[in-house]
């Protein structure tokens, strides 16, 4: 393991890994499939909300990526921000920006349509939570995202997966299209494991062209037949 990989660790669980030599090696696999959804996007500076910052992984790779790029950080806990700040800074003239707040409250203090893209990846206790993925937090997606902009959300499941189910009877209800990735293990219910749900304006091949052995892929009415029957909360 290189010695510039900072990883950091909460609730006894590795929460984020970041290379400081290269913020571009993105370490989880569920972090390099975000990556590659943002890699998708339409080339260019983004202006990016991140509700969950932890070591800010994601932010460092949009700014190495994608200089110039505006984003708000939103943290609940000072502590760890602090920490990350001691431990492993972020570069100067980053253009990232750290609000110590929670996602509900943070989010409701940024503009309309003034994000290209909002990124959810955040946890309290091993969990998603349950105040970001319901109908009044998704609403604030909906006011910040400029047309066409994209909600890119991780979430821990299992089978019968009825987080991901309820959240997207949610997201449903945003305009564009909704994608779920899913690695197969996680699907055949071995372990608890993390999906991706998009929706927005989402771009052609978001996660690339993986093979289903590696990685599936749910878009139009895959979605709705394998991860329907929800209901909204």
């Given at each position: 393991m290189s010695d510039d990989l900072y990883v950091l660790t909460l609730d006894d669980m590795q929460q984020s890994a970041v290379d400081l030599a290269d913020p571009t090696r993105l370490v989880f696999d569920y972090v390099r499939r975000i990556g590659d959804v943002l890699d998708a996007l339409p080339s260019g500076a983004l202006r990016v909300l991140h509700v969950g910052g932890a070591a800010m992984t994601l932010p460092r790779y949009v700014a190495a990526t994608r200089p110039d790029s505006a984003q708000i950080v939103l943290e609940p806990s000072a502590a760890l921000v602090e920490q990350v700040r001691a431990e492993a800074p972020l570069p100067r003239r980053s253009g990232i920006k750290v609000r110590v707040a929670d996602g509900s409250s943070g989010i409701a203090a940024v503009r309309d349509e003034s994000q290209d893209v909002v990124v959810l990846d955040a946890f309290a206790g091993g969990a998603v939570p349950p105040e970001l993925t319901g109908v009044e937090f998704l609403e604030q997606v909906r006011r910040v995202l400029v047309p066409g902009g994209v909600l890119v959300a991780?979430?821990?499941?299992?089978?019968?997966?009825?987080?991901?189910?309820?959240?997207?009877?949610?997201?449903?209800?945003?305009?564009?299209?909704?994608?779920?990735?899913?690695?197969?293990?996680?699907?055949?219910?071995?372990?608890?494991?993390?999906?991706?749900?998009?929706?927005?304006?989402?771009?052609?091949?978001?996660?690339?062209?993986?093979?289903?052995?590696?990685?599936?892929?749910?878009?139009?009415?895959?979605?709705?037949?394998?991860?329907?029957?929800?209901?909204?909360?």
């Open positions: 991780n979430l821990v499941d299992r089978p019968p997966f009825p987080l991901v189910r309820r959240f997207v009877a949610v997201v449903g209800t945003v305009d564009g299209a909704v994608v779920v990735g899913v690695e197969p293990a996680t699907l055949k219910g071995r372990r608890a494991g993390n999906l991706i749900v998009l929706c927005g304006g989402v771009p052609p091949s978001p996660f690339g062209n993986p093979s289903p052995m590696d990685y599936r892929v749910y878009q139009g009415t895959a979605v709705s037949d394998s991860f329907g029957g929800g209901t909204p909360t």
